[in-house]
């Protein structure tokens, strides 16, 4: 897989200079630092460790350190079957992460409940929390986690600096309960 390098951002060019947005900046320092939570609970998990493996490398992008802690990352990757009951915990992860913070639901069951359509699990992690990106998969190939990082990587890029502070934004967290 051919990964680009950082992007220039739109910006105007002198002489020993160059001129860009501060929001432009943040999204290009933000995108090329983004600390991962891997919240893993059953087989997904398994293949997020194969991706951060040798062979398929999460590291290539060089900012895939990886925290254990919510209070020192800013994406939660969540993957595996989530139960009912850890709906809360999830929730409790995700509200101790400071913004900006973004979310990935790796495979079926964190993005939909996957094949267990029974009462003991969520039907998807955005039943409790709101979700930026889905990777789809039963599990998802490695090459595809690295896509939904990927996927983050953009849209942090492109996030708009007041977006969170944003009426959409707080009306977002009212409507799971967060703030
Ligand atoms: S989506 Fe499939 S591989 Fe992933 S946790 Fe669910 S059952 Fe396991």
Redesign the pocket.
């Given at each position: 897989m051919n990964i680009k390098k950082a992007e220039i951002p739109e910006s105007y060019f002198g002489e020993g200079y160059q001129l860009t947005s501060v929001e432009k900046a943040l999204g290009l320092a933000r995108a090329n630092s983004v600390w991962p939570l891997p919240f893993a609970t059953?087989?997904?998990g398994i293949?997020f460790m194969a991706t951060m493996g040798t062979n398929y490398d999460l590291a290539r992008f060089g900012m895939e350190r990886l925290s254990f802690s919510p209070r020192q990352a800013d994406l939660l990757m969540v993957?595996?079957?989530i139960a009912k009951k850890m709906g809360p915990i999830l929730k409790q992860v995700y509200t101790q992460m400071a913004e900006p913070k973004w979310v990935i639901a790796v495979?079926?069951?964190a993005s939909s409940g996957?094949?267990f359509d029974t009462y003991s699990v969520l039907q998807g992690i955005d039943k409790v929390i709101p979700v930026d990106v889905y990777v789809p998969?039963?599990?998802p190939r490695p090459e595809q986690i690295i896509d939904g990082v990927m996927k983050i990587q953009e849209l942090v890029r492109n996030e708009p600096y007041r977006r969170r502070y944003s009426p959409e934004y707080q009306h977002l967290l009212e409507k799971y309960q967060i703030g």
């Open positions: 059953s087989c997904c293949e993957m595996g079957t495979g079926a069951c996957g094949i998969g039963c599990p």
